[in-house]
């Protein structure tokens, strides 16, 4: 299937744990990457834990996380981090809020720099954007991140998407077609999150269920593990096997014939509703940066599936076709 | 500076932009071409036109595609506030039109700054410095790597240093030719006004564009110069080349004009049209 990742400094350990889940070793997943590389990287505190099968010290939601579900704190301690290393005087007392037309300007830069690093495929780091870009405005990197955000998806129809948490890794995609992003907005129940994007991805590359311990072992990578809680997803077998269930994303069934008793996930109804493979192709390429048709027949078969889908919408608009790209 | 070899496509103020009449109006098709120019940096026109072509295709198969030039002023009507553009201008050597999204705000090498390491850019600095010195426009290896112990930050090695000018070339901001570097249209449409602001007094400007120039022909006695595609266009039809400011006669090789049609014919690789040696002066 996949042959070796791209030897990228790429902390997302989502792409290592599906790898590995995907050649069916069991348990012990391949040689973990280390985090990125930086100017900044004398970082104490998470972001250089060393990353591995072990648990981290703080659990770390999966990709996919949108922005604005991310505690503020979070951020704002991963931009005192990105000062730690600079040359610094002790705490100032508070500077007086930017014109907003300051605001602007930096949201313009910080818009170029994104779209440049995106450009030479280098990792979007939030220190990084924060030490670069916003200095001494990093109070209102919120505000300033939201902005270009907004100046990205309207200009360049791309999203700028935190895609790990804990490594505060930012990656610019493509941005979903208008009919998703309306069903996205109106819809803020919908848990199109990363953490059910990797399960449904697991399952539809396996080609069959995937079986409870393939999926923990996915999640333990990240720091997810059955019995504890999450700051963000709270319980998380709780939300997997449950709720998810009972949203019709996923289906939770108990495998015949096998003792002692275990249990194994398929897509279910919702899931096939809303989701097309196509939608999980890009996300495995945006995940292990590979072209989609490094999975030649599950790609084969999202092509299929939105071959179908078009023929069965021909008033809609022509789909968006990200494989068609230069 | 006037209309030159490195200018704006129309005007970005000029606000009848697309075929439907109204201003400025993004919609997936003009995105899609965006993102694609960002992606590759720095495109050909031929380029360009396949590009548009396919952002067509995939979003809106039935719509007639607008002429390029009103496409682009339509884009940058809409990037004007955001100060980018999609700059198009002309290589110096053969005179392809080519086409980049550049930002128009930021006027300093640290335009880069997202790209290389602090000794990194100190070292394009140097090369640039000793490009713009050099009389041919192109400033040989040996002569950079000896600067290397100039530079800010980490200490870099010759070793590092020639690996990093490969970076810079692969990056498109400089060309190699046999061992001397010189800039690539791209830098030249990114930081044209930054270095006639940086080096007012060694910069060179062409006579008949009155743009930036690196390489080109000059005359031998009053010594203005021409870059080669502006040549080959002032000279096109002139039985006997004269110097437009001195009257003397011409004394370099007139280049042929840049043909895309001709480009075509042969193939469309570069090699087949053997481009005029820059080195004339």
Redesign the interface.
Known sequence: MSEQSKDLSDPNLAAEALNSQMHDSPGVPAGVPPPPES?AATLGGPSTAPVGPTASPQAAPPPEERFEDIDPKILQQAAEEGRAHQPQSPPQPLPAPPAPAQLV?KA??L???V??????R?ILWFPDMVK?VMGSYKKWCRSILRRTSL?LA?????HLRLTNLHTMEFALV??LSPEDLDRVALNNRMPMTGLLLMILSLIYVKGRGARESAVWNVLRILGLRPWKKHSTFGDVRKLITEEFVQQNYLKYQRVPHVEPPEYEFFWGSRARREITKMQIMEFLARVFRKDPQAWPSRYREALEEARALREANPAA??P??SV??? | ATSGVFSAVGAPSNMQGSSSGRAGV?T?VH??F???L????VLEEWEVRR?QN?CY?????NATVDKLEDFINNINS??ES???EIKKGITEDDGRPIYALV?L??TSVSKM???F?ESELDLFRKALELIIDSETGFASSTNILNLVDQLKGKKMRKKEAEQVLQKFVQ?KWLIEKEGEFTLHGRAILEMEQFIRETYPDTVKICNICHSLLIQGQSCETCGIRMHLPCVAKYFQSASEPRCPHCNDYWPHEIPEVFNPEKEREAGGSKSSRKSLRTRQH
């Open positions: 100017p300007q313009h830069e818009m170029w720099y779209l440049v690093k995106d450009q030479k280098m670069d100046i309207r200009v360049f129809g791309l493509k941005a608009h022509c968006r076709s068609s790209d230069d | 993004m997936d995105r899609r965006l993102q694609l960002m992606t590759h940096g590009l396919h295709k995939v979003h809106d198969c809409v990037l955001l100060y980018i930002n705000a930021t700054a997202t790209d390491a990056s």
